[in-house]
């Protein structure tokens, strides 16, 4: 069965340093999405990307925030400079048609680790 | 704006018994639901989805959840809670293009 795929498994990076986070979507899928968690807290919807741009943001995406499909396969979360409060589970999604079945489609997440 | 509570933190059954999680959410229009679980170390899997017909929908592994408009919940249940369903449960909205998550609800399967 198709699966999202996300590396790495756990990142550890230090204050202010630029980290990549990759996803391989399910192939046939046209929306892609990163979501994140806190420890502790809820997951929260961070950005979501479709035909080669952002389609929506929340107010966590900021300037440092960017995301990239560099090819047809990946899709990537950068953070710019991290913070320690961007230490967190990150979440990428992906979604098949704009019509019918809207679930999304997760993968296992990369622990990010900013010290 | 749309929200999701689940009100229980954290539940233990025992195997064998019959479960049920709680989830009440806030949205304007009609909802698309979801419940996903979370396996420690594990991605989020979809268990089961509400777009529109019949109230209570089978997802998989057994469980169900049943949709009810008056009370703005979507709670999920299993007969027969197995020690392998010890996880943590989310209950989600889709509003517009992204899902908006409930806190979560550790379940504990006591032998």
Known sequence: ?115 | AQSVTQPDIHITVSEGASLELRCNYSYGATPYLFWYVQSPGQGLQLLLKYFSGDTLVQGIKGFEAEFKRSQSSFNLRKPSVHWSDAAEYFCAVNAGNMLTFGGGTRLMVKP
Request: proline residues 5%.
């Open chain 1, 1 to 115: 069965e198709p699966e999202v795929t996300q590396t790495p498994s756990h990142q550890v990076t230090q204050m202010g340093q630029e980290v990549i986070l990759r996803c391989v979507p399910i192939s046939n899928h046209l929306y892609f999405y990163w979501y994140r968690q806190i420890l502790g807290q809820k997951v929260e919807f961070l950005v979501s990307f479709y035909n080669n741009e952002i389609s929506e943001k929340s107010e966590i995406f900021d300037d440092q925030f960017s995301v990239e499909r560099p090819d047809g396969s990946n899709f990537t979360l950068k953070i710019r400079s991290t913070k320690l409060e961007d230490s967190a589970m990150y979440f990428c999604a992906s979604r098949g048609d704009r019509v019918g079945p809207y679930e999304q489609y997760f993968g296992p997440g990369t622990r990010l680790t900013v010290t």
